[in-house]
């Protein structure tokens, strides 16, 4: 295996790829580890996809918070399946934590979120799906 098919990158995941949900089996076929929980810089908002996967937004006017998020060290052979086995309107794209770092992450279309429920007051996705009862 040549040194570029072993590289592996990290990738920030905020709602349905995260350990124990309903598409995290796609982060083990990947070959994925998980790492860390974290926490983006507070220039996020989150929506609600029909309640079936959250949609992560960068925002730029000031009303952004922090977003739980966890990173996982993905295979970069991987990050294709990753990526192509995502909902429609989701992408890879950089995400700043706030640690200062920056990071492959999912991020979402602004078309996507239209006409949704936004839910940034709940900081993430596991903490909408705990309040509201839905997986």
Not at 16 to 25: C, D, N
Not at 44 to 55: M, S
Request: net charge negative; charged share 20%; glycine share 12%.
């Amino acid at each position: 295996m040549s040194e570029k098919e072993s590289a592996a990158v990290l990738l920030a995941v905020n709602g349905t790829l995260m350990r124990g949900l309903k598409l995290s089996p796609n982060m083990a076929a990947a070959g994925a580890t998980f790492l860390k929980e974290a926490v983006t810089e507070p220039v996020y908002r989150l929506w609600t996809i029909n309640d079936e996967h959250p949609a992560m937004i960068r925002v730029t006017d000031g009303s952004g918070v922090g977003v739980a998020v966890e990173v996982w060290e993905v295979p970069a052979a991987g990050l294709a399946g990753i990526l192509l086995n995502e909902p429609p309107g989701l992408s890879i794209g950089k995400v700043n934590l706030d640690d200062g770092s920056t990071v492959l992450g999912v991020i979402g279309e602004p078309a996507l979120v239209e006409g949704q429920r936004e839910i940034t007051e709940f900081g993430g996705w596991r903490a909408y799906i705990a309040a509201t009862g839905d997986a």
